[in-house]
C-alpha cells in the first residue's frame, strides 16, 4: 500500500444560534470524525458545507439565510440544518440549490446528506473498527475546561413568544444513566465545569414518569434532584441553567450548600406584571418568587441568582414596565438579560393586541439596563476583601481572564486576574477580589502553600 493516503474530505461548519444548538453541533462532527471525514476552517478549503442554523427570533433567521448565502456563494455546496431547517419552504425560496435541509436534533440525515454529497472515506483499518461508543468523549467546540451537558430535548410549555415546541417538539429527556457517562468522561477528559442545559432542565424526566435506569451499582430516576445529587458527585463545578422555578427546585439549594453544585441558578423570569406573564403563558406569582429568592439566599447566601427579561411585550403599558423594575429592585437578582420583544414567525404574541413601538421599548431596555447597572455593582462590591475560586479561561499578553463560580461562560461577567507566579488556563486558582465595577470583578492570586 502507498504511503500517500489519499486526502480526507473536508467538511467546513458554521453553528449558529443557543448552546444547545451547539451541543447538536458537537455531535454531527463527532460522527464525521469518526467515520474519518476531516474539518476545513473556511469554505474554500471544504468540499461540503453544513450549516447549523437559529430559526428562534426572525433576526436570528435572517442571520442564519445570510449564513447560508454566504456558503452557498463561496463553496457551492450547502447542507442547511438546524431550527430553521424546520421550516424548508422558506429556505427553498430564498436558496433552492441548497443539498439538503433538515430540522433541529437529526443528527443521522444530516450526516447521511453528507454522506451523499461526499462518500464517506474508506479506510480498511478504520472500517474494521466497532462504531464510537457514546461513552467516549467527541469533538469540543468549547474551551477543554468546560462543556454543555444536554439532559432533554425539547419542552412541554407552551409560552405565546416561543416556537421551540414547534421546532423541536415535546420533551424528551435522556436516561440518566447515558447523562452521567458523558459527564464522568467529560471531567476525565479534563472539564472542570458542565453547564446542564435543555429547554426546561427542572422538568428532566416528567415525560419518562422519572425512569431509573442502571449507572455503575445503582439504579438512578430521570429526575432533577437525583441527577443533580449524583453529577455532584463527579469532582467538577455543575453549573444549572434554564431552570424553572418549580417547587422541587427547592430541593437543590441542600446541594448547592453542601458544595456539590455550583451555588447559581439561572432562571428566566421574562417578566414580573401579572397581566404580561399571563399574556405570555408564564407563571404569574411573581410576589412568592421574591420570597423563595430570599429563603434559597438564607439557605445559601453565597447563591448567584440569573435570569433574563423581555420588554416591550405586546400590552405591555408603562403601570407594567414600572412594576417590573419595582420588582427588580426588591429581588436584587445578580445577574440579568434583558430583550427587547420580536415578533416569531408563528409564535401566538404576534397577535396580541397593544404592540409597543420600537421607540419605546428602546427607552424601557435602558432604563431596565440602568437599573439592573447598580444592582450589579453593589451585588459585587460585597465581595471585594473576599478571597474566591476563579476558573481561569484565557491567559494572554493583554491579561489573565476567568470566572467566579457567579459567573457562566459568555453571557455574566468576568474575573480580571493579576499573579506574581504562573497561571494556567482551565485551572482554579483562589483570587483575593480588591475591586469590582459593574459587572467584573479584579482581583490577584493567593499564593498556596
Known amino acids: 500500500m502507498s504511503k500517500q493516503a489519499t486526502a480526507a474530505p473536508k467538511v467546513g461548519f458554521v453553528s449558529l444560534g443557543c448552546a444547545k444548538a451547539l451541543v447538536d453541533s458537537e455531535r454531527i462532527l463527532t460522527q464525521l470524525r ?9 469554505y474554500g478549503a471544504a468540499d461540503v458545507v453544513i450549516v447549523n442554523t437559529c430559526g428562534f427570533l426572525d433576526s436570528a433567521r435572517e442571520e442564519s439565510l445570510s449564513a447560508i448565502g454566504d456558503a452557498l ?34 443528527y443521522e440525515s444530516v450526516v447521511d446528506a453528507v454522506h451523499r454529497a461526499l462518500p464517506k472515506p474508506h479506510d480498511p483499518h478504520v472500517d474494521l473498527l466497532p462504531s464510537p461508543r457514546n461513552e467516549q468523549v467527541g469533538v469540543k467546540l468549547t474551551p477543554r475546561h468546560y462543556a454543555y451537558l444536554k439532559i432533554s430535548e425539547g419542552c412541554n410549555n407552551r409560552c405565546s413568544f416561543c416556537i421551540i415546541p414547534k421546532l423541536r417538539g415535546d420533551l424528551v429527556s435522556r436516561p440518566a444513566a447515558d447523562v452521567l457517562m458523558e459527564a464522568e468522561n467529560l471531567v476525565k477528559s479534563g472539564v472542570k465545569e458542565l ?18 435506569s442502571q449507572w455503575k451499582d445503582r439504579s438512578v430516576k430521570a429526575k432533577f434532584l437525583d441527577l443533580c445529587k449524583e453529577l455532584g458527585e463527579l469532582g467538577a463545578w455543575i453549573r444549572l441553567h434554564y431552570v424553572y422555578p418549580y417547587p422541587h427546585v427547592d430541593d437543590v439549594i441542600e446541594l448547592m450548600t453542601a458544595g456539590k453544585i455550583l451555588p447559581y441558578l439561572d432562571i428566566p423570569f421574562q417578566h414580573a406584571s401579572p397581566k404580561v406573564l399571563k399574556d405570555m403563558r408564564r407563571p404569574a406569582a411573581s410576589e412568592k418568587v421574591i420570597d ?18 423581555i420588554v416591550g411585550f405586546p400590552g405591555e403599558t408603562e403601570e407594567d414596565f414600572q412594576y417590573l423594575l419595582d420588582w427588580l429592585e426588591e429581588a436584587q ?14 409564535a401566538d404574541s404576534n397577535g396580541l393586541k397593544g404592540h409597543v413601538s420600537e421607540e419605546v421599548k428602546e427607552e424601557r431596555w435602558n432604563r431596565f439596563m440602568a437599573v439592573q447597572q447598580v444592582i450589579s455593582a453593589k451585588r459585587l462590591k460585597r465581595k471585594v476583601g ?7 479561561d484565557s491567559v494572554t499578553p493583554e491579561g489573565i481572564v476567568g470566572r467566579s463560580k457567579g459567573d457562566a461562560p459568555e453571557i455574566d461577567g468576568l474575573v480580571h486576574v493579576t499573579s506574581k507566579g504562573r497561571v494556567l488556563a482551565g485551572t482554579i ?13 479584579f482581583g490577584s492570586v493567593v499564593k498556596t502553600s
Open 333 to 346: 437578582l445578580d445577574r440579568v438579560g434583558c430583550f427587547r420583544y420580536e415578533n416569531v414567525s408563528s
Open 292 to 309: 423563595r429568592i430570599g429563603a434559597w439566599r438564607k439557605a445559601c447566601p453565597d447563591m448567584t441568582v440569573r435570569s433574563t427579561f
Open 195 to 212: 453547564l446542564v442545559i435543555s429547554q426546561d432542565t427542572s422538568a428532566y424526566g416528567i415525560d419518562t414518569k422519572y425512569a431509573a
Open 34 to 42: 469518526a467515520e474519518g471525514y476531516d474539518f476545513a476552517p473556511d
Open 386 to 392: 473576599k478571597v474566591i475560586d476563579v476558573l481561569i
Open 73 to 106: 456563494a463561496e463553496n457551492g455546496k450547502v447542507i442547511v440544518t438546524g431550527c430553521m431547517g424546520a421550516t424548508p419552504e422558506l429556505i427553498r425560496s430564498v436558496y433552492p440549490d441548497v443539498l439538503s435541509i433538515t430540522g433541529p436534533a437529526q
Open 429 to 441: 486558582v483562589p483570587v483575593k477580589i480588591e475591586k469590582s465595577d459593574e459587572y467584573d470583578l
